[in-house]
C-alpha cells in the first residue's frame, strides 16, 4: 500500500451504533488531519494530531473521538451520530503539521450515511 | 476574516477553452495559497501553490494569477481536456495556521 488509506471505503450506521474508521500513512509523515467535507462546503478541519499528540479540536461534537496511536495510524471513533453527520470523511497526513508549504496527501475518503 | 470565497460553484466548459476558477480572501496575513484536484472517489490532491511574492505561477497547463491589492486569486486551465474534469478548491493559511478552505468548484469539460 502507498500514500494515504481508509477503511472502510463507505458506511452506513444507526444512531446508535458504535463504529470506527481508520486511517494508515505509508508516507513517513509526523501530522495526521481528520476532515469532514459536505457537498458545496469547504473542507471542515476536525482534529489534528502531531507526532502523535491532538494540537487541534476544532469544536467538534463529543461523538466524534479521534485516537492516534502512532505516528501512521488515526482512528475516529463514531458513536451517538446524527442524521446531519453524514458525510465524506477525508484522512489526511503531511510532514509537518501546518504552515504554508506543508503538502497535505489525502485518502480517497469514507462515506458515512447516518440512518 | 479566515474565510476564503471560492466562485463559481460549477463550471461547464468546451474541450480546449479555458476555465477560470475565483478565490478571494481578507486575512492579509495569508500568505501560501494552494489549489487542489479532486476526482471522484478520491481525495484532493495539490495541484498548484503561489507565495505572495510573485504574481503568476504556471506548472503544465495550469496557471496562477494573484492579485495582492485586491486579495484574489485565480486557476487557468489552458486547453481544458475532458480529463481535467474535476471539483477544485482553492485554499490559503498563514504561519503554523492550518489550511482554510474554499467551497470548490465542480468543473466539467464537454468533449
Known amino acids: 500500500e502507498t500514500g494515504v488509506t481508509q477503511t472502510p471505503r463507505h458506511l452506513v450506521m444507526g444512531m446508535t451504533n458504535k463504529k470506527s474508521l481508520k486511517c494508515e500513512q505509508h508516507?513517513?509523515?509526523?501530522?495526521m488531519y481528520w476532515y469532514k467535507q459536505s457537498a458545496k462546503k469547504p473542507l471542515e478541519l476536525m482534529f489534528v494530531?502531531?507526532?502523535?499528540?491532538?494540537?487541534e479540536n476544532n469544536s467538534v461534537p463529543s461523538r466524534f473521538s479521534p485516537e492516534c496511536p502512532n505516528s501512521s495510524h488515526l482512528f475516529l471513533h463514531l458513536h451517538t451520530l446524527q442524521p446531519e453527520d453524514s458525510a465524506l470523511y477525508l484522512c489526511?497526513?503531511?510532514?509537518?503539521?501546518?504552515?504554508?508549504?506543508?503538502?497535505?496527501?489525502f485518502g480517497p475518503g469514507t462515506r458515512l450515511t447516518v440512518l | 476574516q479566515q474565510q476564503v470565497k471560492q466562485s463559481p460553484q460549477s463550471l461547464i466548459v468546451q474541450k480546449g477553452g479555458i476555465p477560470i476558477i475565483n478565490c478571494a480572501y481578507e486575512n492579509t496575513a495569508f500568505d501560501y495559497f494552494p489549489w487542489y484536484q479532486q476526482f471522484p472517489g478520491k481525495g484532493p490532491a495539490l495541484l498548484i501553490a503561489i507565495r505572495p511574492d510573485v504574481s503568476e505561477k504556471k506548472e503544465g497547463r495550469f496557471t496562477i494569477s494573484f492579485n495582492k491589492s485586491a486579495k484574489q486569486f485565480s486557476l487557468h486551465i489552458m486547453d481544458s481536456q475532458p480529463g481535467d474534469s474535476a471539483t477544485y478548491f482553492c485554499a490559503a493559511s498563514y504561519s503554523n495556521y492550518q489550511l482554510i478552505w474554499g467551497a470548490g468548484t465542480k468543473l466539467i469539460i464537454k468533449p
Open positions: 494530531y502531531n507526532f502523535k499528540e491532538q494540537t
Open positions: 508516507l513517513g509523515h509526523n501530522a
Open positions: 489526511a497526513s503531511s510532514q509537518g503539521a501546518g504552515g504554508p508549504g506543508d503538502t497535505q496527501y
